[in-house]
């Protein structure tokens, strides 16, 4: 028994270093910082609670947490569902050869930097861009969409809708078949299968799918940046702001603690319902 | 070469032609030995200042290499210079608002003002404020530049941009920019409420509070917040019709691309950006760093300068305007580098439509940030 902890232990060490190195001791290290003080530029150690009164105290740093907190919640359920009828034909309408090669081209955008997608968008979603011009064919616009909440929705979706769909598909695929037979056989139709087989049979995959959507927008800079045109600043930019001013690592520090607070609560929550036992 | 000939190459002649095909051989690596290997200089500046375009020539006549540090606003380059040790960098180039925090901190060196050609400045700029302490000079101004209403010429015109008010037209609302940064652009709002005496960063508590209600006013008018690249594209492509906190820096690289845009110094006057060189504390390099100084101050400099590939600037001296009039008469003409012309940047000055940048005289940095930050989330 001793052998195969030690056997086990020894497996699990470089996740176990991995993680103090470059989570926890960074993360001790932040939550020091926030009680620092910046004098004449330089950040001195000390043990201050004005950093946080004052980014807690601020109007703008709660209008900043809550509309984070809405475009990452937003963006996480229309992901999923717009990922959802994508993965659902992949996983049961294509052969094995189609699903490999779709979820290549799926992986591939994440060759190309993220911002260069960012950017190419602005010229699709300008005023003058591509989208505008077809639509000016058939007498509609100039609509307004860069700078705007729907622009920097175009960036999330550029950013997670690839991920989302894979990690959808995975999990859609692994259901049972024998399950959709049966309610198929039992007389359910397609949308009953759906909603009441396969996605519950499927709800770990589609809840990380959707978690791991919230999460990297929730923390994303350029969207809301470049697509969205910091109107209104989320929590990221708010970050760039402190620092960019006054070089108040110590109070964005305390904004980036925050930040993790809730992508914990979240993650934590998400993953408890997804293995949530099923009560009937 | 025929089978005889061959026979008939000597010795002699072999070992002469190996001899010398040798030496034809070695002569790169021996040329290599004997030049010395470029003097590096260490340069903290805003991006473009250690381009080929500026420093190719001076790199090439003075066998130097310059190693820049780029930067993005003021306090980044203050806690760069407080994070690294004396003589990191052998020269720096700010905003002249921040020369006096340099001083103040030590990190640059005092300058004998006999080693630049103040006689050639125009007078406004020879004793110009923060650089000198008494007869003291810690840092020369090589170039500055004008921020006041920047503007799409096909929905606006020139006459119409003369005033800050513009930014208010119905024309524009969701299509006024910022440029990401509270000093330009609050110093613009305290100069549209006339605080223009002594500064429009040097006013009271009430003044103060009537800016931020001016600037809270503009929001429902604006379309969003840039960054350097974001401010270029956002005018480029049409999306921003007027951007506050900018000038000829973004407009005259746009225009030289064609974009409709230009920028007007409006009735309420604009806001004077300086950038100036000093020398960092603890360098060796000191030397080389004030002829690189003196470089940019001559003619050939200042043409380099006011034509940077990066953002154009105007020349604080009199020989640098006679040098862009005859090297580029149409840049001279474009950007005022004439006298009397009517965007001449130094009647403005006497005029008293301009006002240097500053650091906020009766509030602290902090107070126009956080505001900065209230307005955004508005």
């Known amino acids: 028994m001793a052998t195969s902890s030690r056997y086990a232990f020894t497996w699990r060490l470089p996740m176990l270093i991995w993680q103090a190195a470059f989570f926890v001791v960074p993360l001790v290290f932040m939550a020091a910082i926030s009680f620092w003080l910046v004098k004449n530029y330089r950040m001195e150690p000390d043990f201050i609670l004005k950093n946080w009164s004052k980014m807690l105290g601020r109007g703008f740093f709660w209008d900043a947490y809550w509309i984070t907190l809405w475009r990452a919640s937003l963006a996480a ?24 090669w779709a979820v290549f081209f799926l992986i591939v955008p994440f060759f190309t930097s993220y911002l260069v997608r960012a950017y190419a968008w602005q010229v699709i979603l300008a005023e003058n861009g591509v989208v505008n011009a077809v639509l ?49 056989n039992l007389g359910c139709s397609p949308l009953r299968t759906i909603v009441q087989v396969i996605v519950p049979s499927a709800r770990v995959g589609l809840i990380i799918g959707a978690v791991f959507c919230f ?20 929590l990221s930019i708010l970050i760039i702001d402190t620092t960019k001013s006054g070089q108040q690592w110590p109070r964005a520090a305390v904004v980036a603690l925050i930040m993790i607070a809730t992508l914990f609560c979240t993650a934590f929550a998400a993953v408890s319902a997804a293995y949530r036992k099923r009560t009937r | 070469m025929s089978h005889q000939s061959a026979k008939n190459v000597s010795r002699r002649t072999l070992l002469k032609t190996a001899g010398a095909s040798g030496v034809v051989l070695a002569a790169p690596m021996l040329n290599r030995a004997w030049a010395a290997d470029p003097v590096e200089i260490n340069m903290l500046a805003w991006y473009g200042h250690a381009e080929p375009d500026i420093v190719e020539e001076f790199e090439a006549q003075n066998n130097v290499k310059f190693v ?78 004008l921020l006041g209403v920047s503007f799409n010429t096909d929905v606006i015109t020139h006459d119409e941009a003369m005033s800050y008010n513009v930014f208010w037209d119905s024309r524009l609302t969701g299509k006024v920019g910022h440029f990401d940064w509270h000093l330009p652009n609050l110093g613009q709002m305290s100069l549209l409420n006339g605080n223009d005496n002594p500064s429009p960063f040097d006013i009271d508590g009430a003044a103060w509070e009537a800016v931020q209600e001016k600037t809270l006013s503009l929001k429902p008018q604006v379309g969003g917040y840039f960054d350097y690249g974001g401010t270029f594209s956002s005018l480029k492509t049409g999306e921003m019709h007027a951007v506050c906190g900018i000038g000829d820096w973004i407009t005259g690289v746009l225009q030289k691309d064609g974009a409709p845009v230009d920028s007007v110094i409006p009735e309420e006057g604009g806001i004077q950006w300086t950038e100036s060189y000093s020398v960092g504390i603890g360098t060796e390099k ?49 950007s005022g580098l004439i006298e009397g012309a009517a965007n001449d940047p130094i009647r403005l000055k006497r005029e008293g439509r301009i006002h240097y940048r500053d650091i906020p005289r009766q509030q602290s940095l902090e107070d126009w940030n956080d505001f900065w930050s209230e307005y955004k989330n508005a």
């Open chain 1, 77 to 100: 359920l229309v992901i999923s569902l717009i990922a959802f009828p994508a993965s659902y034909s992949l996983a049961y309408k294509v052969s094995e050869s189609v699903r490999r």
């Open chain 1, 136 to 184: 000016g064919q058939v007498g509609l616009g100039p609509f307004t969409m860069l700078n705007t909440g729907f622009g920097a929705m175009i960036g999330y979706l550029t950013l997670t809708l690839p991920l989302v769909i894979v990690l959808q598909t995975f999990s859609l695929s692994g259901v049972d078949r024998n399950q959709i037979e049966a309610a198929w």
């Open chain 1, 215 to 234: 999460i990297l927008t929730f923390g994303d800079f350029v969207s809301p940046f470049y697509l969205g045109g910091s109107k209104p600043p989320t």
């Open chain 2, 68 to 145: 820049p540090k780029y930067y993005a606003g003021g306090d980044n380059m203050l806690a760069l210079m407080a994070q690294s040790p004396p003589g990191t960098y052998d020269i720096i180039l700010s905003d002249a608002e921040f020369v006096q925090q340099l001083n103040a901190a030590g990190y640059i060196q005092e300058l004998d003002p006999a080693d630049y050609p103040f006689d050639d400045f125009f007078p406004e700029f020879q004793k110009f404020p923060g650089h000198w302490i008494g007869d003291q000079l810690w840092s020369v101004m090589v170039r500055y530049g």
């Open chain 2, 286 to 334: 000191g030397e080389i760093a004030k002829k690189f100084i003196q470089y940019m101050l001559s003619p050939a400099g200042q043409v380099r300068s006011i034509q940077m590939a990066a953002y154009p600037g105007l020349s604080p001296t009199k020989s640098g305007w006679a040098a862009i009039q005859e090297a580029n008469p149409d840049e001279a003409k474009r």
